[in-house]
């Protein structure tokens, strides 16, 4: 059984930081890409950050270059995404997500992503 559980996620000042984890379980983790999306209130589910297979290329939506960094431990079955300077902008239910991918590809669109995780809540308050 698949299984991404999320947490990290909290009410936080605009400014500060919060490290988003996310565990997988049920299939072959360094045979998935692995991404983060977001979804706030009335808006559909956006990428955030992606990651390749080996953790070697990393991708990230604009609006969180330099604030945000994502990584991944193989070891533990577990992807990472530190979020820092965080705005009110930011405030949104936060995803974790597989793609099987080849190679060191990275995948920003929903629809590649096969299994993904039930979200953790992010409120960044000014």
């Known amino acids: 059984q698949v299984q991404l559980v999320e947490s990290g996620g909290g009410l936080v000042q605009a400014g500060g930081s919060l490290r988003l984890s996310c565990a997988a379980s049920?299939?072959?983790?360094?045979?998935?890409?692995m991404g983060w999306f977001r979804q706030a209130p009335g808006k559909e589910r956006s990428f955030v950050a992606a990651?390749?297979?080996?953790?070697?290329?990393?991708d990230y939506t604009d609006s969180v270059k330099g604030r945000f960094t994502i990584s991944r431990d193989n070891a533990q079955n577990t992807v990472y995404l530190q979020m820092n300077s965080l705005k009110p902008e930011d405030t949104a239910v936060y995803y974790c997500?597989?793609?099987?991918?080849?190679?060191?590809?990275?995948?920003?669109?929903?629809?590649?992503?096969?299994?993904w995780g039930q979200g953790t809540q992010v409120t960044v308050s000014s």
């Open positions: 997500a597989a793609a099987p991918m080849p190679g060191d590809l990275i995948a920003r669109a929903t629809i590649s992503y096969r299994y």
């Open positions: 049920g299939y072959t983790f360094t045979r998935y890409v």
């Open positions: 990651i390749s297979r080996s953790g070697s290329n990393t």
